[in-house]
């Protein structure tokens, strides 16, 4: 016994939401391939769970709040040759997301770091991964006001769960020591624990100057580049370019 609408109550009342919507298309596929009791099951199960997955993709790319769309599939590796495509695509089966390994991105302006930290995060996000960008500079003033209301650890929790965090433009502008303790702490944890995509103008023999030399420079390089995968690219500003170019 049981209607159409009844059995569509009982999955929805389960919380199988996804079969309880696409019920009527479900049975018409099985019907017209004249599946088996077995395969219908499995049917089922498979649409429930393909939507939910679907579901939390969509939420964590949301939640990593990319500043912009930028694909790797439209990175040009004619115009940038510091860094080779084969590089790039090794980094895709995301070892070093499960390794808790970074990845640091050094160069001039305009030479791509942030468009392959955005590529290289969407794509995590697409295998399932979460990824959250941030600003340097909007990072650093966040944990100094968590610090300042005395709820830094709170915030260090809640930033370290996801997968990886971009820290875009590290070390363009000099940082207070307030700043440099705080963010200092967030190194500490993410360090073996969750994975940093790093990119900065600064090579590591000027981050000294850009910490002032205090005694968080050195952990805090240390613990960035331990574990992790550096590329110094180069040449020149695809941005400059396509202004020569019009
Ligand atoms: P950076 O972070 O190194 O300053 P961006 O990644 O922001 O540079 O790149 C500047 C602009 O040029 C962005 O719009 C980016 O998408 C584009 N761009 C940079 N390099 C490339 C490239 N090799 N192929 C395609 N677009 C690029
Ligand atoms: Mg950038």
């Known amino acids: ?8 109550g009982r999955y929805r009342s389960l919380r199988l939401g996804a079969i309880a919507d696409d019920l009527t298309d479900l049975l018409r596929q099985a019907e017209a391939n004249e599946v088996s009791y077995l395969m219908f099951a499995d049917m089922l199960a498979e649409h429930e769970r393909a939507s939910r997955e679907a579901r939390r993709i969509e939420l ?6 990319f500043p912009a769309d930028k694909r790797l599939e439209a990175f040009d590796y004619r115009h940038q040759t ?8 090794a980094l895709l089966d995301f070892a070093f997301l499960d390794n808790r390994e970074n990845l640091v991105f050094i160069g001039p302006p305009g030479v791509g770091k942030t468009h392959l930290a955005i590529g290289i995060g969407q794509h995590a996000v ?13 990072l650093v003033e966040e944990l100094e006001l968590a610090e300042m209301k005395g709820e830094l650890k709170k915030k260090l929790t809640q930033l370290a769960k996801v997968d990886a965090l971009v820290i875009d433009e590290l070390g363009y502008l000099p940082m207070s ?9 967030l190194i500490n944890r993410f360090y073996e624990y969750r994975s940093l995509i790093v990119t900065t103008n600064k090579d590591f023999t000027q981050w000294g100057e850009f910490f002032h030399d205090d005694n968080v420079a050195v952990p805090i390089i240390d613990r960035i580049i331990h574990h ?3 590329y110094m690219l180069g040449g020149e ?3 400059l370019k396509q202004k020569t170019l019009s």
């Open 237 to 239: 500003s695809y941005r």
């Open 60 to 65: 964590n790319r949301r939640q990593a709040r």
């Open 126 to 138: 697409e295998a399932g991964y979460k990824v959250r960008f941030k600003n340097a500079l909007d």
């Open 82 to 89: 510091t860094i080779t495509k084969r590089q790039v695509k």
């Open 1 to 8: 016994m049981g209607t159409l609408e009844l059995t569509t």
């Open 177 to 185: 020591r307030a700043a440099r303790y705080a963010l200092f702490q």
């Open 228 to 230: 992790s995968h550096l």
